[in-house]
């Protein structure tokens, strides 16, 4: 069984709608791109990018009428995902830059279109397969970039770090890590539902994805990377040898009693480090100057905010922004927290819309892995985690076409797909067994 043959899972819904081979390969394609392009492996494309985004944009509308009254039920089934967008939209009546904000605001709202029929299409398990494959494969081009510097952009960023594909270290960096995350998944996965090929290939590709993760520098994302491989190990230990199990926690706890000790025998103020990841020193004064000017334009539009995106474009806030430029945000445009960002921009009912989600996503991964104990939703849990830390601290969870919000809403959307099907598979307060979804390939 091939790689391509392996991720490409029966639809859902069921096979009987789709007829032939031609749709199933257009969906899957679609599932690659859009991966690949939340995930910023095309921004050097530059208008590239925007045409793929716009095939994307087009196939899924095409899709979604010719399954309208199936998709229109899953959307009003996970219809909690629709607040966030909805506030947006609704933003551009009262924004300082209507047209700004009413174009940002279709991105979103077709970013969430699009992961929301790719998790209804999918389920955890296939989209967990195909995260780890794609990713690998953006690791690959990244370290031959180091390599050899095929590509027409830099190799390392001004601050040291490896770019790869990617317009920064800290994106190949996250990126690695979801992708690091997403291979101890599929490694852990039983045969039926990966092939031994693929797990020699994610195997080969953890590798090269931990060398990735190193070279570029991302400090959050390596520091990141051993509780969150903790936490997977934790959530999956049923699937995991009792022995093997033990190690990995002596080891674990060694690294945790012993790291401190070695940083400083080789100088290094742990302390200093860990804060120097999220900021720029150890005042924090990298990002609470940033909080702070976001916190005066709240306090100035309590409730509905200054418009969707528009404190970065409007003329009435250019003061403000030369505040932002001073406290760090040169690179980037954004409050580096996605809490100030949205109440900023969307006020009190963007907050509670986008809180509201996180809320329902932990809720139903947590009751999928304690229904099914899956590999997927463990997974799952671990991204809900490392989105939320890297979001407070980073300039994501916000806007359309991110990385987070695709892969957030894909698995909130299939996980629920997974738990109505599990239901109807077996009778009524019968207990589910792990290895029986045929959804999950």
Known sequence: MSVTSDILAPPKPAPARVEGLFWPVVDMGLL??????????????????????????????????????????????????????????????????????????????????????????????????????ILIIAMLLSLVHWATGVFPWRVYSRAGGLLGVFSHKNMLGQRALFCVIAIIAILLMPSARASGQVKLYVAGGMIATVLALFLSRSMTSVLLLFPLFGMMMLLCRSHLPSTFFVVACTVVLIAVALGPIMLSLNGIDLVATILGAVGKDATLTGRTELWHVAMEVSRDHPLFGVGYGSFWQAPEFAYERLLTQHAGAETSVSFHNFVLE???????????????????????????????????????LVFWVAVILTSLLGPSFYRGHEFMFVVMVMYFVSAQEDLILVADARPKGAVAAVTAYSQDI
């Open 342 to 380: 949205i109440l900023v921009g969307t006020g009190w009912p963007g907050v509670i819309g986008i809180l509201a989600f996180v809320a329902a996503s932990f809720m139903r991964l947590w009751r999928h892995h304690r229904v099914t104990g899956s590999v997927a939703s463990a997974c799952g």
């Open 32 to 133: 690659f791109l859009v991966i690949l392009a939340s995930a910023d492996a095309f921004v050097h494309l530059g208008k590239g990018q925007s045409l793929i985004w716009l095939l994307c944009y087009a196939v899924t509308l095409m899709r979604v009428t010719m399954l309208w009254q199936p998709v229109f039920e899953m959307l009003m089934r996970n219809r909690v995902i629709l607040i966030y967008p909805a506030a947006c939209l609704a933003s551009v009546l009262w924004s300082h830059t209507p047209t700004g904000s009413l174009s940002g605001a279709i991105q979103l709202c077709m970013t969430f279109l699009i992961a929301a029929f790719l998790g209804w299409r999918y389920s955890l398990m296939t989209i967990t397969k195909a995260l780890g494959v």
